[in-house]
């Protein structure tokens, strides 16, 4: 055998074993964020392989890694509100598994958790939920119908070993008849209160007009009666208006001055 050959053959054997060691290799490294489930022989064995290199049984054993850290999950979730509108509800859940329990979850459920367990729990707990309001409270009380949605939620993914970290409604969408029936409600009870606006704004130029009207017959009032009360100052009053030059023609037994009341020209 040649040297060419043996070099060859030395390195097919150590490519071999190096094949043979990946898959036969008694040890697994189990990643950050990640645990760890061994089975042997089918048999899903007693505790959890945490962060870290393991040793395992070649062969006998092997190990399924489950994912801890926070995911995410969006579901569309059609239901009914509590007056019978359609209501497309679009929901984002972040959620992780409880790192102590992953053993009986693969156990219960595998690793197809999320289109098993997490979609159908959502769809029930938008169901649930709507159906207690009506379309219009729906987008009103938004808060109220998250806070009862995660309640639910909560309650039907806990036994499945899934913890709920955050929630949200992404959008509730209805049908284009209720949509279009909002927008006419919206426009008509714009118009009413702008009705109603110009309305009070009418009155109050009504009763400011009314209001200047009697203030200005009670100044002539009030005037008239000085002037009945006091003669002398309707001379006054005629005294201060004329312009001091006297009448060129006069009518026979005319004066033109003032009337002078007798006690004040003795005086």
Do not use: C
């Not at 040297?3 to 071999?16: C, D, F, V």
């Not at 926070?70 to 992780?96: G, R």
């Not at 036994?159 to 709920?164: E, H």
């Not at 201060?240 to 001055?257: A, E, H, I």
């Amino acid at each position: 055998m040649t040297i060419a050959q043996n070099i060859l053959k030395y390195l097919g054997i150590g490519i071999g074993l190096l094949i043979a060691f990946a898959f036969l290799s008694p040890f697994v490294i189990i990643g950050p964020g990640e645990r760890g489930i061994v089975i042997r022989l089918g048999e899903v064995k007693d505790g959890i392989l945490n962060e870290g290199m393991h040793f395992i049984m070649p062969v006998v054993e092997k190990v399924v890694t489950m994912d801890v850290k926070t995911q995410k999950i969006e579901v569309d979730a059609p239901s009914f509100s509590k007056d019978i509108q359609n209501v497309d509800t679009k929901i984002a859940l972040n959620f992780h598994l409880d790192p102590k329990n992953v053993q009986k979850l693969w156990q219960e459920i595998g690793s197809n958790y999320e289109f098993n367990i997490i979609a159908p729990a959502i769809q029930e707990s938008v169901k649930a939920a709507t159906a207690q309001f009506t379309a219009a409270e729906l987008v009103a009380e938004r808060q109220k119908v998250k806070d009862e949605i995660t309640r639910v939620l909560i309650a039907r993914l806990a036994p499945k070993f899934i913890t709920v970290d955050d929630f949200s409604i992404v959008n509730f969408d209805f049908s284009d008849s209720y949509e279009r029936a909002i927008e006419e409600k919206q426009v008509a009870q714009q118009n009413a209160l702008k009705a109603e606006n110009d309305l009070r704004r009418i009155q109050v130029e009504a009763e400011q007009r009314v209001a200047q009207a009697k203030a200005e017959a009670e100044a002539i009032r009030i005037q008239s009666d000085a002037l009945q009360q006091n003669k002398g100052l309707i001379n006054l009053e005629a005294v201060k208006k004329w312009d001091g030059v006297l009448p060129q023609y006069m009518l026979s037994n005319t004066m033109p001055f003032i009337d002078i009341p007798k006690s004040t020209a003795g005086q």
